[in-house]
C-alpha cells in the first residue's frame, strides 16, 4: 500500500466521523497509526518466516548424523542404522507434541515472571498456541530431535529397534523438556531469561545449547553405551577374555562421513543463529552475523587442531606422517559443540580459542574411552557429552560484557578473565555454569540410568 493511499484512507475515514474537515493533528495520528501496525505486522512475518527458517535448517542436521552414523557402520548394519535414526526423529516428534512441549515452555514464556517451577503445564498436544508461537514450537522440536538423535550413533550395530523409539520418547517426552525449563524458559531457576530475580544476579547462559541439547543427548549416550555394553570383539573375545589390543571396527564410508560433517556444519548456522529468536527486538538482527562467525572460526580452529595434534602425535610414535580424515571431522563437530553456549556473547578471538581446546579434548578423551573398553560407535560422547561441557564452561571465562548487557541486559557478572583484567576475581558466571552442568548431568543420570537398565533387564535393549 502506498503512502498516498493511506493518506486517503485517514482522510476517508476521519470524515466520516465528523462533518467538518479533519484537521492535520488527527490526521498525522491516523498516518502515524497505521505504519505502526504495517511495521509490527512485518515485523512478525519477519520474525516468522526466520524461525520457520532456521527450523528447517536444524531438521536438516538429521540428515547429517544419519550420514555420519551410516559412513562409520559396517555395510551389513546401514540399513538398520538409517532406520533407527528415522525412529529418532519421530519419536522425538510424538512425544514433544503430546508433553515434551507442555514440560518445557507451557505457561512459562513471560520474561517478566517472578514464578519459578519445577516443570511446565500448560499446552499438551499444542492445545491454546496460537499460530504466531507455531514457528517458535517447530523450532523447539528440531532442537530436541537433534538432543535425541545424538544417541543413535553410539548404540549402532546392537542396539534393538524398539529401545530406540523408546528412549527417543522418554529423552523427548521427559528428561529433555526439563532441562529446557529450567535453562531457557523464564520460570526455571538456572535461566538467564528472565529480567528480574535470576541465580546470583546472572543466570546460566547457554545460549544455543552446548549443554540444554548436547550434554544432554552426550550423557545419555554413556549411560546407554556402558548399560548396554560393546559390539561383540570389539574389547573382549568369544570367551568374555580382555583383547590385549582393541579391534577395530572401521566404518565403511568416510564419504558418507565428510557429507554428513559438512550437513551438520551447514545446519548449525540455523542452530545457533536461530537461536536469537526474535529477530527484531532490540536491533538483535545485527548480531546475527557475528553469531555465525563465531560458530566457523570455532568450527575451523577445532578442526585444524585435532589434525595437527594427531598428526604430530603419530609422527613421533611411528615416525611417519600422517592425516586422519576421521579425527579432523569429530574436531570440527567438537568446536561447533563447544561454541554452541557462548556463540553470542564471546568475541571472535575466544571462539577460535574455545575450538583449539575443544579439539584437544575431543582427542584426548576418545583414547579414553577405548582405555575404558566404551564402545562409541561415531565418537558422539566426546564430541557432545565433553565438549558441551566445555563449550558450558567457556562462557563463564569469556564472556563479553558489552554483549551480555546487549543480549540479556546485565553486565555485572562477566567472563572471569574479563574480571581479572579489572583486577577482580568476580567467578559468578562461571558458577552459574557449573551449577547448570551438574544439573543437566544429574537430572539425565537419575532418569535414563533406571530407564536403560529396566530395558536390559527385560531383555529390550539389545
Not at 359 to 385: E, N, T
Not at 419 to 439: H, M, N, P, R, W
Request: charged share 10%; with cysteine.
Amino acid at each position: 500500500m502506498s503512502s498516498s493511499s493511506t493518506y486517503e484512507s485517514c482522510l476517508a475515514n476521519l470524515s466520516a466521523k465528523s462533518a467538518s474537515i479533519p484537521n492535520t493533528e488527527d490526521l498525522l495520528v491516523c498516518i502515524s497509526s497505521s505504519f505502526d501496525s504495517r511495521t509490527t505486522s512485518t515485523n512478525s512475518a519477519v520474525e516468522v518466516f526466520y524461525l520457520l527458517y532456521a527450523a528447517s535448517l536444524v531438521f536438516l542436521m538429521q540428515a547429517g548424523f544419519a550420514m555420519i552414523a551410516a559412513g562409520c557402520v559396517r555395510t551389513n548394519n546401514i540399513q538398520n542404522t538409517l532406520l533407527k535414526n528415522l525412529l529418532d526423529a519421530c519419536g522425538a516428534a510424538l512425544g514433544f507434541y503430546t508433553v515434551g512441549y507442555a514440560f518445557a515452555w507451557g505457561g512459562s514464556t513471560d520474561r517478566n515472571t517472578t514464578q519459578k517451577t519445577f516443570i511446565g503445564t500448560e499446552s499438551f498436544f499444542m492445545m491454546g498456541l496460537d499460530f504466531a508461537e507455531l514457528s517458535f514450537w517447530l523450532f523447539q522440536l528440531a532442537f530436541c530431535s537433534a538432543s535425541a538423535t545424538i544417541v543413535a550413533g553410539t548404540l549402532a550395530e546392537r542396539c534393538q529397534m524398539g529401545a530406540y523409539l523408546g528412549y527417543s520418547l522418554m529423552l523427548a517426552g521427559f528428561v529433555y523438556p526439563v532441562i529446557v525449563h529450567q535453562i531457557w524458559s523464564p520460570s526455571g531457576f538456572l535461566t538467564a531469561q528472565r529480567e528480574t530475580d535470576v541465580l546470583w544476579g546472572v543466570g546460566m547462559v547457554d545460549f544455543a545449547g552446548s549443554t540444554v541439547v548436547h550434554l544432554t543427548g552426550g550423557m545419555t549416550a554413556l549411560i546407554a553405551t556402558k548399560i548396554l555394553g560393546p559390539r561383540a570383539g570389539r574389547f573382549y573375545d568369544l570367551r568374555g577374555r580382555v583383547l590385549d589390543t582393541p579391534k577395530d571396527f572401521p566404518g565403511h564410508s568416510l564419504a558418507l562421513q565428510m557429507l554428513g560433517v559438512f550437513i551438520l556444519w551447514f545446519g548449525w548456522y540455523g542452530f545457533n543463529t536461530g537461536s536469537i529468536i526474535r529477530l527484531t527486538n532490540d536491533l538483535r538482527y545485527t548480531y546475527v552475523s557475528k553469531i555465525a562467525i563465531n560458530t566457523t572460526l570455532a568450527a575451523a580452529s577445532g578442526t585444524v587442531t585435532t589434525l595437527f595434534i594427531h598428526t604430530v602425535v603419530q609422527e613421533r610414535l611411528t615416525g611417519e606422517v600422517t592425516y586422519n580424515l576421521q579425527y579432523a571431522m569429530n574436531g570440527c563437530l567438537s568446536g561447533l559443540v563447544a561454541i554452541t553456549a557462548g556463540c553470542s556473547v564471546i568475541e571472535s578471538w575466544a571462539s577460535i580459542i574455545i575450538g583449539i581446546v575443544a579439539g584437544g579434548l575431543y582427542l584426548v578423551f576418545s583414547r579414553q574411552l577405548v582405555k575404558c573398553r566404551i564402545d562409541d560407535a561415531v565418537d558422539a560422547i566426546p564430541v557432545h557429552m565433553i565438549n558441551g561441557i566445555w563449550g558450558t564452561f567457556s562462557v563463564g571465562l569469556f564472556a563479553s560484557p558489552n554483549l551480555l548487557e546487549i543480549l540479556y541486559g546485565r553486565s555485572d557478572h562477566v567472563g572471569w578473565f574479563y574480571s581479572l583484567s579489572k583486577g577482580s576475581a568476580d567467578a559468578t558466571l562461571l558458577a552459574c555454569q557449573v551449577v547448570g552442568i551438574i544439573f543437566t548431568a544429574g537430572w539425565v543420570t537419575v532418569t535414563m540410568l533406571p530407564f536403560f537398565w529396566v530395558l536390559n533387564y527385560l531383555g529390550w535393549l539389545r
